[in-house]
């Protein structure tokens, strides 16, 4: 069974920093690229960024570019999503899919999410 726990949210001052962690379980993880997408309140989910199986490709939506950093470790079977100079735009639900086999962005498995609020 595929399990992805996703945690590292909480809330956070603008230009502030969080670092996500997604662990996952139950398939071959160096095998498939992984994802992150959001959901702010209201409003629908968003690709936030992509890596490949090996972690040497990356890519992000222009919203985030410069500012996330997306990275996996294959030995922990984990992904990681390095938030900086948060903005208050970035207040969403963050979770972590795992794509479908070959694929980038399409994906088939989503986690539970965590929560990352940017507040003054």
């Known amino acids: 069974e595929v399990q992805l726990v996703e945690s590292g949210g909480g809330v956070v001052q603008p230009g502030g920093s969080l670092r996500l962690s997604c662990a996952a379980s139950?398939?071959?993880?160096?095998?498939?690229?992984m994802n992150w997408v959001r959901q702010a309140p209201g409003k629908g989910l968003e690709w936030v960024s992509t890596i490949g199986t090996g972690g040497g490709s990356t890519y992000y939506a222009d919203s985030v570019k410069g500012r996330f950093t997306i990275s996996r470790d294959n030995a922990k079977n984990t992904l990681y999503l390095q938030l900086n100079s948060l903005k208050t735009e970035d207040t969403a639900m963050y979770y972590c899919?795992?794509?479908?086999?070959?694929?980038?962005?399409?994906?088939?498995?989503r986690g539970q999410g965590t929560q990352v609020t940017v507040s003054s």
């Open positions: 899919a795992k794509a479908r086999y070959g694929a980038l962005r399409d994906y088939d498995y």
């Open positions: 139950g398939f071959t993880f160096n095998l498939y690229a």
